[in-house]
């Protein structure tokens, strides 16, 4: 497979507007500590409050790390927003976001 040009790293620790157009992602890794298992966060396809959940994560413990790849990327057709969800203490949850 040839290697994907463009790519931007990003690392976030809140809810952010990542992209405000048609966007792929290819890998996603959640380092989170201290917070309450079965919380949640997700990639929303659009912008804030109008995106619509695309990609939910759900912490299975405390402390620990989620990863999640797609190596021809995971398409979002209007947006790419990084919702921390409720609980959101952004102290102890570190996203590292590749997409294009």
Known sequence: ????????????????QVKSEEGYVFSVTIAFT???????????DGSGGAATIEVPFSFPTANGVITKEWPQGKHFASGIYWDAGPGDNPDNVFIELTYK
């Open 1 to 16: 497979m040839p290697r994907i040009q463009g790519l931007t790293e990003l690392y976030l620790t809140n809810s952010q």
């Open 34 to 44: 201290g917070v309450t298992a079965g919380q949640r966060c997700y990639l929303r």
